[in-house]
């Protein structure tokens, strides 16, 4: 059985998993992430994945108009419960996200 000399074994296959999932979708960058925050809705996510999101997200100028559109979108999907549940931990993504940035200015 093979092992890996990383000492973050579990968060570089999830990175390297992202980037060929990236690599092989035909989707401008910025459905893509939006698409990706649907299924993190869906899935009922936690704030950390939705923070792993921000900055692609950012770069793509992407608003928090949009991000509504999309919880808008799929409430009649995924349900209430699930869309309130997202619009809570991309809160707390970017609230992470902010103290982060504040820290290391």
Do not use: G, K, N, S
């Given at each position: 059985m093979p092992t890996t000399s990383s000492e973050t074994p579990v968060l570089d296959t999830l990175m390297a998993m992202t980037a060929d999932s990236?690599?092989?979708c035909g989707l401008a960058p910025d459905m893509l992430i939006l698409?990706?925050?649907a299924a993190l809705a869906a899935m009922d996510a936690p704030a950390m994945s939705y923070l792993a999101?921000?900055?692609?997200a950012m770069r793509e100028h992407m608003t928090?108009?949009?991000?509504?559109d999309v919880l808008v979108?799929?409430?009649p999907i995924v349900g209430t419960a699930r869309v309130m549940s997202a619009a809570?931990?991309?809160t707390e993504a970017l609230g992470i996200a902010?103290?982060?940035a504040e820290r290391d200015m």
């Open positions: 990236i690599e092989r698409t990706r925050i999101h921000l900055e692609p928090a108009q949009q991000l509504q979108a799929i409430a809570t931990h991309i902010i103290a982060v």
